[in-house]
C-alpha cells in the first residue's frame, strides 16, 4: 500500500522551530521529487520547498529561505523540512507529495501522491 506520512507538527512559540518528517512506504522516493506544501486557514495551498531524491537539487519558497530547509534520507525513504525562527503566518497545515517530474515545482498540479498532512501552529 502506497503511503505517504507526514509527522513533527505541533505547537511552537514564535521564534520556534519544528522538523516535519515525509515517510513513503510502498514505493522508493528515490525515483521522484517530493514536496512540501502548507494551506492556511482562508489561503490557497501554497508550495514552500521541494527536493530532487535523485540528485538533492532542491527549491525552497523566496519568503522562506533562510528559514526553512529541505533534506532528504534515501535510505530511511524520508525527506525532513526543518522550520525555524517561525512565526504565526507560518500555521496551518502542511503536506508532503510526490512528483514523478526530476525538478522541484512548487505547483501542486505537479505531484500525483499526497500524505494526510500534519498540522502546525504557531502561537503565543
Known amino acids: 500500500q502506497l503511503q505517504l506520512v507526514e509527522s513533527g507538527g505541533g505547537v511552537v512559540q514564535p521564534g520556534g522551530s519544528l522538523r516535519l518528517s515525509c515517510a513513503a512506504s510502498g514505493f522508493t522516493l528515490d525515483d521522484y521529487t517530493v514536496g512540501w506544501f502548507r494551506q492556511s486557514p482562508g489561503k490557497e495551498r501554497e508550495g514552500v520547498s521541494a527536493?530532487?531524491?535523485?540528485?538533492?537539487?532542491?527549491y525552497v519558497h523566496s519568503s522562506l529561505k533562510g528559514r526553512f530547509t529541505i533534506s532528504k534520507d534515501n535510505a530511511k525513504n524520508t525527506v525532513y523540512l526543518e522550520m525555524n525562527s517561525l512565526k504565526p503566518e507560518d500555521t496551518g497545515d502542511y503536506y508532503c507529495a510526490r512528483s514523478p517530474y526530476y525538478y522541484c515545482s512548487g505547483n501542486s498540479r505537479d505531484y500525483d501522491y499526497w500524505g494526510q498532512g500534519t498540522q502546525v501552529t504557531v502561537s503565543s
Open positions: 527536493i530532487v531524491m535523485k540528485d538533492g537539487g532542491a
